[in-house]
């Protein structure tokens, strides 16, 4: 089995590389190919991933190489993580909002959508160069917005499924607060990326949701940053990307007077990179926690391995259930088509729920009614990822402002007009119309 990482260079890939050295019974991996222009960083990160599966008593190659069409020929999957412009890039998304008020957010807001306007070409560009090296190979998509680039590869007709880390996150932390094992935890995840609420939380038949927020909301609301009294009034959890529309001018404020996360990151990367080169390094470092995408290499291996037929096997909360026309499926939560789950969106808009997933792809599983407190939000973050994905596919300073106007962060015309001027003036060199 033939695996390639685009991206491979990426700070992350130590965790990646750790969960298919742990999880081979899950998907035995034979050849692993980080993919990355970035020869120096590269090779660092390559290093450990090699240390860290020989460490293990993993048998896989790790091939290293800046020649994309050579990295994915012949490849069973191919996992995108990559970040166009580098840190440099996010901590400009971060900033020039703050000056018109709107939250700094690689993924949420003008940042996001800088980001998407970035990003999609790019990977429309990758994803065609497999469909020729490699025709039928899967995309898993953890590249942000997921949701975007997502609906931009299926939109083109690619083998592709996103990925994101929350929500396994979410399972993860509620197992440990109910000292149960992950596998038995199944939350009831739903909405849009980094747009989805924790509706309910299946324990052996039990929605413990309830019980949940009765014995540790203090601890969940410290960790969402919002306050105790909104998940007993909603009685939900919603995603910690909630909180920059639920207490938007208070994340303004604090981005303002504080160090960004882009800061933040750029700092623990060049740690990081530090420590990659140490030789008697043979494991992720501690440190690669703070870095963010934790149970990312879970997600990946347990989703990869289902879009490869490794049904049935799955760690990341997957169950498994009766087959489709290639047998058996896993459940997990992707980002994937509609059709028809939330009968409010078109059905060529990309979700985040529980899908059946094998050897032909995602297929959303049915999810009760979404209540209109969170289906309005839902639609009009929709509306905008179509005029998004318009803008990115289409480019064009009319389509940037109708995408800003329509998202719930901006919304006011003025407002729209100064943060597409801003946009434009520090994306100029990564979009071509421009």
Known sequence: MRLAVVGGGSTYTPELIDG????????????????????????????????ILARQGHPGRIVLTGDLDAGVEGADAVLL??????????????????????????????????????????????????????????????????????????????????????????????????????????????????????????????????????????????TLRLPRTLLERLGVVPSYYLRYYYRHDEAVREQREGTSRAAEVAGIERRLLEMYADPALDRKPELLSRRGGA????????????????????????????????????????????????????????IEVPAAVGPHGARPLPVRPLEPLYAGLVAQVTAYEQLALEAALRGGRDRVFEALLCHPLVGQIDRAEQLTDSLLAHNRHHLAWA
Not at 21 to 49: H, I, Q, S, T
Not at 146 to 173: E, Y
Not at 300 to 317: C, E, H, I, K, P
């Open 81 to 222: 993580q990559l970040r166009v412009g580098g840190q440099d890039a996010r901590r400009e998304d971060e900033t020039w909002p703050l000056e018109c008020g709107c939250v700094g957010q690689e993924t949420t807001g003008a940042g996001g959508l800088a980001k998407a306007l970035r990003t999609v070409p790019v990977v429309l560009d990758i994803a065609e160069r497999v469909r020729r090296r490699s025709p039928h190979a899967w995309i898993v998509d953890f590249t942000n917005p997921v949701g975007i680039v997502t609906r931009a590869l299926l939109t083109a007709g690619h083998r592709a499924v996103g990925l994101c880390n929350v929500a396994i996150g979410f399972q993860r932390r509620f197992a440990a607060l109910l000292d149960a094992d992950p596998a038995d935890v199944s939350p009831d995840h739903v909405g849009l990326n980094h747009l989805t609420w924790e509706r309910g939380v299946r324990l052996g038949g039990t929605d413990v949701l309830p019980k949940l927020i009765a014995e540790h909301g203090d601890t969940l609301a410290d």
């Open 295 to 350: 149970y990312y290499s879970e997600a990946a291996v347990t989703l990869t391995a289902s879009l490869l037929g490794r049904q049935g096997t799955g760690t990341g909360g997957g169950t498994s259930v009766g087959g489709g026309p290639g047998g058996g499926e896993d459940v997990q939560v992707v980002n994937v088509l509609n059709h028809g789950t939330l009968p409010f969106l078109p059905d060529d808009a990309v």
């Open 20 to 51: 298919f050295a742990r999880l081979r019974d899950v998907l035995p991996v034979d050849e692993l190919v980080l993919v990355d222009p970035a020869a120096d960083r590269l090779e660092l990160v390559g290093g450990l991933a090699r240390r």
